[in-house]
């Protein structure tokens, strides 16, 4: 069976790294594997949609709606926006960081409020952190990424050093012990 | 060894292990990482050229000197490239030549969703169409052997979700193959009339032996399930048409997307009781089934417009699709926005207050149309702003030319802008043309061009001058303007516009997010100073945002380029802390 893990935020907040590192990952644990990125245009601070895929055999490389086992989301609003992609019995990993889209800084709309109760309220199982704070706390806000994957690695059945070898394999050398702690900061375990 | 690669990096790694010696290419998302990741191999000869035109005239020149060659590019550039691929067709090659078209359906990052397999049909050049990663890679290993075998270039049609979806790739080691030797062969290379005549037959003789090759062939196969329905598909809609029916339905899957084969398709057609045609935009092999006789479905049901998924497909040839849980709640937007400190901002907040008619062009400039901004009313294709503002102002004289600029960028310009600047120098219409000059091909993702100085490795290359450009096509007038600078801008365009003669502005500072390019300490709201005006927000830098009655600055996102600092009447935007 299919698992579908969607990562989505805001371009250029380093959801790219998370999805290479799940590639590392689940390749490495014996899985046929599918990512899918969007470059270009989108990455100029627009929405920004990574899809993983892992099972068996995969074939499509994207998740769609109804689809996703995760969705781990950079951005509230973001989390929010792409609801309809969770599959019954689903969960959304989130970081509760608020970026404001131009349509909101130009007044034209408003961010919306009490999203991750909102999101509760339809009955999603919502597990949401301050990961910037985490990822500050681990040395640089630039590793909100890693934080997330370390909550994620929660839910999933692959021990936490085969986490750590991939992040390894993901980011510089001299990087490598903030990553370590801002991932044990997410997992809960530091 | 298995690794995850994206599409486009496994088809480099194909090129790489075909022998492939000579690449030139334009980038274009989404082909613009299959030239970079060439460019990784030294025993490849790799080059940004200035348009895709050129690019396949480099790569048509290495292959007739008999080294194997490749030119990557974005569908439209195939627009571009067009000429020399028509006729290309007629030349045939010497060593193999590869052409990499990466179409957008879906228009992820691009202008229209054109279908490319019709320059294909039109060109009569053999085009592969891989579905994955590993297809990228086995594909462009084959099209150098297909392209020697049928004395043909090759086209392979990526497409977004294969050329930017990873999967999994066995690579292999690079085989090196002979230089074929050049031979002098005029009734071959020299296309003019008595000798295209002869060639032209040469070309159908090609397709009709290229059509028994389709028949057989190992890009082409017959998976087997269920009869019911069978389907008839190719590049991602294969994935998709796999996910939703598995076993459930029989599939012809197309690799060689032009030609088609003829009897593959009726033999397939015979043995399933139903069938229909899932491909991306245009119906190219639903119409060539209807040719041959079949009674299909396809676009009587799927949409010509835009990608297509596996629901899709499923809700549209009445297969179910998953239920999902909706939010009641109105979600703002989050379009592509200029980056804080874009050296843009400052020139189109000029040319917004000036209220000019600004006609514009391709790249991350072409943001200056959305809002708060909104200060670009055109943009066609790469290089179109110069050129038609020359038609705007000659169709309406003074009136055009007192407020009317063309914004285009230095790659943009380097690519088709030069040309219609020489049309303004020579026929004369008193246009205001602004080279946006970022040094760097920005919106795919910084690459060098030939105003840059430096080459696709990152080393020092021939840098042409743009102001001795200009003024060598015959402009006197040609200023240089730091887009920092509001003040110095306003003077400058207003300047420009009144003058009685063509002139040039080059807005010049290099792009943002380039890395030698040192920021200043982020500006911060002193809020006893600031009134809530606004005035800063109508930059529409994502940096700034109004918290309650006072403007903010993110400091994680400020760069303290200070544009908006010059637009505060109060000095409420200062460097550093509150």
Redesign the interface.
């Given at each position: 069976m299919t698992k579908n893990i969607m990562i989505v935020g805001v371009g250029g907040q380093g959801s790219l790294l998370a999805s290479k590192l799940l590639g590392h990952l689940l390749l490495s644990e014996g899985y046929d594997v599918k990512v899918s990125e969007v470059h270009g245009m989108s990455q100029r601070g627009g929405s920004v949609v990574t899809y993983v895929r892992f099972g068996e055999k995969v074939y499509s490389p994207i998740i769609d709606k109804g689809e996703a086992d995760f969705i781990v989301s950079f951005e509230k609003l973001e989390a929010a926006r792409y609801v309809e992609y969770l599959k019954e019995g689903g969960r959304i990993v989130t970081n509760t960081q608020e970026i404001d889209p131009m349509p909101v800084i130009t007044g034209a709309a408003v961010y919306p409020d009490n999203l991750i109760e909102k999101m509760q309220g339809i009955g999603i199982a919502v597990d949401a952190m301050d990961c910037l704070s985490l990822a500050e706390e681990a040395g640089s806000a630039k590793a909100v990424n890693i934080v997330l994957m370390g909550r994620l690695s929660k839910y999933f059945d692959i021990p936490v050093e085969k986490w750590q070898q991939a992040i390894e394999e993901c980011v510089p050398a001299k990087f490598a012990a903030l990553n370590h702690q801002a991932f044990l900061l997410g997992r809960g375990d530091a | 060894m298995?690794?995850?690669m994206?599409g486009n990096q496994a088809l480099a790694r194909g090129l790489y292990e075909a022998g492939c010696s000579v690449v030139s290419s334009y980038p274009g998302?989404?082909s613009?990482?299959v030239t970079e990741e060439a460019a990784k191999y030294d025993e490849i000869y790799c080059e940004w050229a200035p348009n895709e035109k050129v690019a396949m005239e480099v790569a048509f020149g290495a292959s007739l000197a008999g080294k194997r060659s490749f030119c990557g590019m974005k569908h439209v550039g195939l627009n571009v490239a067009a000429d020399p691929l028509f006729t290309c067709s007629y030349t045939g090659v010497n060593a193999g030549m590869v052409i990499c078209v990466a179409d957008d359906a879906g228009m992820?990052?691009s202008q229209n969703e054109q279908d490319s397999r019709h320059h294909a049909i039109a060109s009569k050049v053999p085009m592969l169409e891989p579905s994955?990663s590993g297809e990228a890679y086995e594909f462009a290993k084959q099209a150098f052997k297909l392209s020697e075998e049928f004395d043909t270039p090759v086209i392979i049609k990526m497409c977004?979700?294969?050329a930017?979806?990873?999967?999994?790739v066995e690579a292999g080691v690079r085989e090196e193959v002979d230089t074929i030797p050049y031979e002098k062969n005029i009734a071959k290379y020299v296309m003019m009339p008595g000798n295209a005549i002869r060639r032209h037959p040469v070309v159908e003789e090609r397709t009709r032996k290229l059509i028994q090759y389709a028949e057989n062939c190992a890009f082409n196969r017959v998976e087997m399930g269920d009869t019911k329905l069978g389907i008839i598909t190719s590049s991602?809609s294969y994935?998709?048409v796999?996910?939703v029916f598995g076993e459930k339905a029989s599939i012809l899957k197309l690799g060689l997307i032009n030609p088609l084969p003829e009897k593959l398709i009726l033999n397939f057609a015979a043995k399933v009781e139903k069938l229909a045609i899932v491909e991306e935009l245009d119906p190219v092999i639903e119409n060539h089934c209807k040719h041959l006789g079949l009674t299909v479905t396809g676009k009587d049901v799927l949409p010509l417009e835009g990608e297509y998924?596996?629901?899709?497909i499923a809700e549209k040839l009445g297969e179910e699709?998953?239920?999902?849980?909706?939010?009641n709640?109105?979600?703002?937007?989050?379009?592509?926005?200029?980056?804080a400190g874009c050296p843009h901002r400052g020139l189109f907040y000029i040319l917004s207050k000036n209220q000019c008619t600004v006609l514009g062009d391709i790249g991350?400039y072409t943001?200056g149309a959305?809002?708060?901004l909104n200060a670009m009313e055109m943009t066609l294709c790469m290089g179109a702003s110069v050129s038609s503002i020359h038609g705007f102002n000659k169709a309406l004289g003074e009136a055009g030319e007192e407020k009317t600029v063309a914004v285009i960028g230095d790659s943009t310009f380097m690519h088709s802008g030069m040309t219609g600047l020489a049309n303004i120098a020579y026929n004369q219409s008193n246009s205001t043309v602004i080279i946006l000059d970022n040094s760097i091909t920005g919106?795919?993702?910084h690459q060098q061009n030939p105003t840059t100085g430096y080459n696709i490795k990152g080393d020092p290359a021939g840098k042409i001058d743009l102001e001795s450009l200009c003024r060598a096509m015959g402009f006197g007038r040609v200023a240089v303007i730091d887009p920092y600078d509001l003040e110095e801008c306003d003077r400058v365009v207003k300047e420009e516009l009144a003058a009685k003669e063509p002139s040039v502005i080059i807005s010049r500072r290099p792009c943002a997010l380039l890395k030698y390019v040192k920021h200043s300490a982020p500006l911060a709201v002193k809020e006893d100073r600031c009134v809530g005006c606004k005035s800063c927000?109508r930059l529409?830098c994502?940096a700034?945002?109004?918290k309650g009655k006072k403007a903010a600055i993110d400091n994680?996102l400020c760069v303290g380029c200070k544009v908006c600092q010059q637009l505060c009447k109060f000095d409420a935007l200062q460097p550093g802390e509150v």
């Open positions: - | 298995k690794q995850l994206l998302t989404p613009t990482e992820h990052s994955d977004t979700r294969v930017h979806s990873q999967s999994i991602t994935q998709y796999k996910e998924s596996q629901n899709l699709v998953p239920a999902y849980r909706k939010l709640e109105t979600m703002p937007g989050r379009p592509p926005v200029m980056c991350c943001l959305v809002a708060p919106m795919t993702g927000m529409g994502p700034i945002s109004m994680t």
